[in-house]
């Protein structure tokens, strides 16, 4: 790290957490986070507006915490980082205002970055800065994305995603089903680590030959969240007890074992010698163990940040800023909006 890197401050606002972080080259200064979880767990679900209020109210509080554990003052900052997409409109919007407002009032670049990147972007916070070329598996309640990336800054293709429900949000529908409280997916993680994962094969999601000339990178978990469904109902229908544990494992297994095989198939096949995996989907024991065993296996090296980096924050937004800004990538307009279905290959706007 050069101390004369730009410091940026990186804002945060995609969902329901309120993230501000500061960064200069790869080193994270302070990472200041809120979150509305809390508001949202007895709706079982986001619901928008009551991020984005709860956005507004933390948004000045946030960025004041992070200014002052970090020791900086607002004329020290250099340029302001933003997430512009994917996420929720609402939400994205008072990110975007406040960064605005910072930029405009500071007379500082804005760069609008792509929240989905910036999963990827802060492992180089932890593990330092990216080889040429690493795959990225990005895995969320909201998204699951497989990016080969050439350059964080400016370089990266979107080998698949998923076709219909994220990793996180399978794990939070099969929690609802087995009665867990949400977000189902650490409930399940942990009844998972007390099951056989062997107990019950539940389906591999495009793994079968005839999905692998057009979704060899894709993913899809709504088929395998209704096979739990139908063994679960046929068990409760029979007045047989559920082995909620080994549903579980047998359900985390699945999932598991396709993220780790078509990611490694897709390294070998990219010649990629780096795996960086990300998003809150990554806190998931099951992911992390396979991941690992099967990298070393493949001689691929595994970059996993620490969960507090998985989950989503302002240092992920913060260090791809950095690397956008570094990269001499062209500022944002200050009259850009936000993009709730951003796409994957655009790192900035
Ligand atoms: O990245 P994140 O904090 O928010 C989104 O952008 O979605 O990810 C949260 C998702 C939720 O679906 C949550 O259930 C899941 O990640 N999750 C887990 C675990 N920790 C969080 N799923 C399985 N096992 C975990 N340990
Ligand atoms: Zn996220």
């Known amino acids: 790290m050069a101390s004369g890197d730009p410091l940026v401050l990186g804002i945060e606002t995609s969902c329901d957490e309120t993230g501000v972080a500061l960064v200069r080259g790869n080193e994270l200064l302070f990472d200041a986070v809120a979150s509305s979880m809390d508001e949202h767990a007895r ?26 554990e970090s020791g900086c003052t607002l004329a020290q900052v250099d340029a302001v980082a933003v997430t512009a997409g994917p996420g929720l409109v609402g939400p994205l919007t008072i ?26 972007a802060v492992d180089q916070l932890v593990h330092g800065e990216f080889p040429e070329r690493v795959m990225a598996l990005v895995v ?9 990336v050439d350059d964080v800054a400016t370089s990266v293709t979107e080998l698949g995603s998923t076709l219909d429900d994220a990793a996180g949000e399978a794990f939070d529908k099969v929690g609802r089903l087995l009665g867990l409280p949400y977000p189902g997916g650490p409930h399940i993680d942990r009844l998972a680590r007390q099951g056989d994962p062997t107990a019950i094969r539940f389906p591999r999601g495009l793994t079968a030959r005839k999905d692998q000339a057009a ?9 395998l969240k209704t096979a739990v469904a139908r063994w679960v109902e046929t068990r409760v229908d029979a007045g047989e007890e559920v082995p909620v544990a080994d549903v579980a494992a047998s359900f985390a297994e699945s ?21 960086v995996v990300g998003g809150g989907f990554s806190a998931n024991s099951q992911l992390r163990e396979m991941a690992a ?3 070393a296996e493949a001689g691929i090296e595994l970059r996993i940040p620490p969960i507090r980096f998985c989950t989503d924050n302002g240092a992920m937004i913060a260090a791809l800023g950095s690397a956008v800004v570094r990269a001499g990538v062209a500022p944002s307009d200050l009259s ?14």
């Open 255 to 275: 999932v598991a074992d396709v993220l780790t095989a078509k990611t490694i198939a897709a390294c070998h096949r990219h010649d990629v010698g780096t795996l």
């Open 215 to 223: 979704h060899a990178d894709d993913f899809s978990f709504s088929g």
């Open 43 to 68: 709706y079982g679900g986001i619901i928008p507006e009551v991020a984005s209020r709860a956005h507004l109210e933390a948004m000045v509080p946030t960025i004041e915490r992070a200014l002052a």
């Open 293 to 295: 065993a099967r990298c």
């Open 336 to 349: 850009i909006g936000v993009d709730s279905s951003m796409p994957l290959t655009t790192v900035s706007v």
């Open 95 to 120: 990110g975007a205002s406040a960064a605005k407002s910072l930029a405009l009032a500071l007379d500082r670049p804005l760069y609008g970055v792509n929240h989905v990147i910036g999963h990827a």
């Open 140 to 148: 969320s309640g909201g998204h699951s994305s497989l990016l080969l």
